[in-house]
């Protein structure tokens, strides 16, 4: 299970594991904002880089959040913050060389939640040439 957590303000963001209700935490309480992310799917056409990805995240708090984030473009690059879709508050950053996916959501002026997590993905032939693959999580 992919999951982020999310930190009121833009602090520097770092992995963690999947949320345990009975682990002890100096910043994470239950209460805390937990997105599940699942659903990854991002296309290689070069082998080399993504020019689409997109990726389900669901609030895990008994919130209402379940969103389908999704960009596209000749070349998505790394460490590039793309928008979720049109009108979204939502937006994430993503760097292939770790499969990391950095995600953030403004909520007010003043509030944005930050996340982070690994997607592990296994990338197979896309079958529109040698270096096209198709990339889809392994995970839920």
Known sequence: IASLFAAAGLAAAAP???RQDNASCPVATQGDYVWKVSEF????PEGT?????S???KAT???TLDYTCSSSADKL???KWYSCGENSLMDFSFDSDRKGLLFKQKVSD???YVATTT???YCRAGGNGPKDFVCQGVSD
């Open 16 to 18: 963690l594991e999947s």
């Open 55 to 57: 990726f389900n995240v």
């Open 61 to 63: 708090n008994g919130g």
């Open 49 to 53: 880089y993504y020019n689409s990805i």
């Open 119 to 121: 997607i592990p993905s």
């Open 110 to 112: 003043d509030t944005t």
């Open 77 to 79: 690059e790394d460490h």
């Open 41 to 44: 799917y991002g296309r290689q």
